[in-house]
Structures are given as C-alpha cells and as structure tokens.
C-alpha cells in the first residue's frame, strides 16, 4: 500500500525543516509549505491552502502565532480534503492562567488551535514545548550570543530549554507510528537554567565569553523599538519571556519520554553540536 504524503505547514522554519528531513529520511513521502517551500503556503491566504492540502495524508502544522485564530479553519478545510492525522505545534503552558503574563493573545490562539484538532474527528496530537535551545543558535538570541552580551528582561528565572531536535522526533514519532493518538506531550529539556546558565555552557562549548545583562522590561521595549517593532511587538515579547522570568518554564516535562521512551537531550549536548556545526562562528 502506497503511503501517502505528509503535508510539513512551516516546513523551511526551525522545528519543519528537521521534521521534514527526518521523514524523507524514512522514506516518507514529503511536501513542505510555506512562502518558501515545495508549495506555497500563505497563513493570510486560505486560497494557497488546497493546493497544499492536495492528496495528502497527514499534517504537521505550524501555526500562525498572530490573531485571529487561522489553525480551526486550516483544519476544517484538511479533514475536508481527506487528511486523517494532524500533529500541531502548540506552546506549553497555554492552558495556565497568567503563564504570559497579562498577555492572554498567545495562549487564545493555541487553544484555539488545539480544540480544533481535537474535534476533528481525526487522528490527532498536540505538541507543547517549553522555550527552544536553538534560540541561541539560529533564533533571536542568535546575535546576542555573537555580540557577547544577551540582554534578557528575565532575571534569574529558569528554563527547561528544549532541543528542537527532540520535538521534531517526537513530532515524527505522531506523524508515522502508532500509540500517539489523543495524546498531548509537555516536552522539555531534562533540566532547568538560568540564561546566565544557559550562556555559560554555549561559552565553554564555543570557546567565546558571553555573559546575560538584565536592563529591564523598559530598556528591552526601548532596544526593540531601535530595531524596528513596534512597542505593541516589543511588549509581547516581554509577555512571552515572562514563564522564563517566573520559573514557571522551569518544570521538567516527562513528553520526550513518553513519546519515545528516552531521555531529553541535555542543553550541553545542544551547545556541543551547535558549536561543531560553527553556530556561533561570526
């Protein structure tokens, strides 16, 4: 029997590209979507949709972060299409009052995402991982970690950074065998660490000094501004930060291991590989 394509909805960004190498790497049959993959893929253009929706059998989507909640009508059209089995990229803490903050736009917009898979009437699973190790790597902390210094307005709060890497296996894990129906995985790293941390294992593994400066809530609005986003922009990064800043980030999720019955990978393991492939190279 022929297996049917796997639709990877964010396919080019840091979690799809890794989910889609590892099933091309099993063989399975791949389609990527976005602005820049196999098919164009629009979140702000449903008419980009059934093009990419076409003949496939399974959907690893990433969301759109932004209001309105474009995930419920993406999965009405899927099922509509003959998909039967979505795996969805949500965020921990979602279902947590205060987890962001006085934000509530975050946690409304998965949600809103997450009912949708679960009344579909297909096979489903939800992924909510904690804050990404390669946020240091090849996301916005990126250039910090180059400069030396990574400003953060989150104190000396926690996180248990997690390995891309360990949510692309889980995710291909949902999306090829059985077992994972139903089923939401917390995912996080093993343990938890301050940025300054953090920082300290991508210095010993990259052998350059970075150290954590906290200026505040103000002064990081204020950078942002300098770099283009608006305070609106500014202030939902802050509100994203803040289950860092709380340590609510903090507790250790036990999904990799119920997914896959191993261990998350460490965050030193992270900065190891990280620093071999040249991330922090200027």
């Known amino acids: 029997m022929t297996q049917r394509t796997v639709l990877v909805i964010g396919g080019t960004g840091t979690v799809g590209k890794r989910v889609a190498s590892r099933l091309r790497d099993r063989g ?3 389609r990527t979507a976005s602005r820049r993959g196999d098919v164009h893929f629009d979140w702000e253009d449903p008419a980009t949709w059934g093009p990419a929706l076409d003949g496939v059998g399974s959907v690893y989507i990433t969301p759109l972060d932004a209001p309105p909640p474009q995930t419920p009508a993406l999965v009405e059209r899927a099922v509509a299409a003959g998909v039967r089995r979505l795996v969805l990229l949500s965020a921990r803490g979602v279902d947590v009052p205060g987890h962001y903050g006085p934000d509530t736009v975050i946690s409304r917009v998965h949600l809103e995402g997450e009912r949708a898979v679960r009344e ?16 240091f790597s090849e996301g916005a902390f990126r250039d910090g970690v180059l400069s030396g210094e990574l400003s953060l307005p989150v104190g000396d709060g926690r996180s248990a950074f997690i390995d891309v890497d360990d949510i692309a296996d889980v995710a291909v894990a949902a ?3 059985e077992g994972h129906d139903g089923r939401v995985y917390e995912l996080s790293g093993p343990r938890a660490l301050t940025v300054a941390e953090a920082l300290g294992e991508i210095s010993r593994a990259a052998g350059r000094a970075v150290r954590h400066r906290d200026g505040g809530e103000e002064e990081f ?11 609106e922009e500014a202030r939902m990064w802050v509100n994203a930060l803040t289950p860092i800043r709380t340590g609510r980030d903090a507790v ?14 460490d965050f030193a393991d992270f900065a190891d590989t990280a620093a071999a492939a040249g991330a922090w190279k200027d």
């Open 28 to 30: 399975v049959p791949v």
């Open 221 to 231: 609005i204020g950078r942002m501004a300098q770099w283009g986003l608006s305070t």
């Open 120 to 135: 579909s009437g297909v096979a489903w699973t939800v992924l909510r991982p904690s804050w990404f190790a390669q946020n």
């Open 175 to 177: 999306l090829t065998g």
């Open 252 to 265: 250790i999720a036990d999904g990799v291991e119920r997914a896959l019955g191993r261990r998350p990978r």
